[in-house]
């Protein structure tokens, strides 16, 4: 089937006209629904979305919980060498570190 310009010009036309009767209904439902239907409506579309949402695939589950680990150990190295390193905001002065023999030991050996 082929349209033609006027067919064409027509079709937009309906759909600007449909545009324009959407948004003035929506503006005039404006005030009618109170906060708790809104949040409501919001949670009945997310359970639905979640519904809906595919299942992650066994391989996909173990590599999610492999990201997981690789970056919880890069943490904890990035923790233990900013202890060693006495860098942070909480940085080991030399007057701290007298005044608290041992401290950074055993701040180490919990690491």
């Given amino acids: 089937m ?19 009767d959407v948004l003035a ?3 005039l439902a404006r005030g009618e629904m ?3 239907k809104k949040w409501r409506a919001y ?11 595919p299942d992650q695939s066994e391989w996909a589950q173990e590599q999610h919980a492999r990201d997981w680990e ?3 150990a890069r943490i904890l190295e990035f923790e233990r060498r900013r202890h060693l390193r006495g860098s942070g905001t ?5 007057t701290f570190a007298r005044k608290r023999p041992g401290w950074r030991g055993e701040q180490l050996a919990r690491l």
């Fill in 90 to 94: 909480w940085a080991l002065t030399e």
């Fill in 2 to 20: 082929t349209l033609n310009k006027e067919t064409w010009r027509e079709a937009i036309a309906q759909y600007r006209k449909w545009n324009e």
């Fill in 25 to 27: 209904s929506q503006v």
């Fill in 43 to 53: 949670l009945d579309l997310y359970a639905f979305a979640r519904r809906i949402k």
């Fill in 70 to 72: 690789n970056y919880h």
């Fill in 34 to 36: 109170d906060p708790e």
